[in-house]
């Protein structure tokens, strides 16, 4: 039980911490509460455009699960990853890391990390068991996806 109360508050942190700072940036926001399969945030932009956000968070820098329904193309989602940084030794609290793409961008980097993950099965010289679809944290943070709220619609 323990394990499963830490896993859903790292989601919701990475939720309400997405919709703050949407907010902050003038944005509506509205949780769906789980409620929709590819969305958990419904959102509209200072100029009026209505999109939906998906929200992917971590608090060790691994593996982003995602669900097979994202591959699906949807050009009004977005999808922000959501890093929420440890409590260091010294009790200073560090800001979470937001990584914000586009739909086309998140496909982008799944076929990225379906590359990365072929070439490390030929290197291995046998497959891995399978598991979830996901996304590595360090191929996530080669590309300038961080703070890129630029991606959303104005």
Known sequence: MKNRRKNYQTQ???????????????????FTSGNAPAADLL?????????SVEVKSLRVKTYFLYSKSLL???????VVFVFLQ???????????????????Q?????????LLAKEAVKRRGKPYAAFAPGIN??????????DAWGNLPQ
Not at 72 to 78: D, G, W
Not at 86 to 104: A, F
Not at 106 to 114: G, K, L, M, P, S
């Open 12 to 30: 919701w942190a990475g939720q309400f911490g997405a919709a703050h700072e949407l907010s902050r940036r003038g944005y509506l926001v509205a």
């Open 43 to 51: 959102c509209q932009s200072p100029q009026g455009v209505s999109f």
């Open 72 to 78: 699906k193309s949807n050009p009004n989602r977005f």
């Open 86 to 104: 440890p409590l260091p030794q010294n009790g200073k609290l560090l800001p979470p890391e937001y990584y914000i793409l586009t739909d086309k």
């Open 106 to 114: 998140f496909r982008q980097v799944v076929a990225e990390q379906d």
């Open 137 to 146: 944290y360090p191929t996530l943070t080669r590309h300038n996806y961080h």
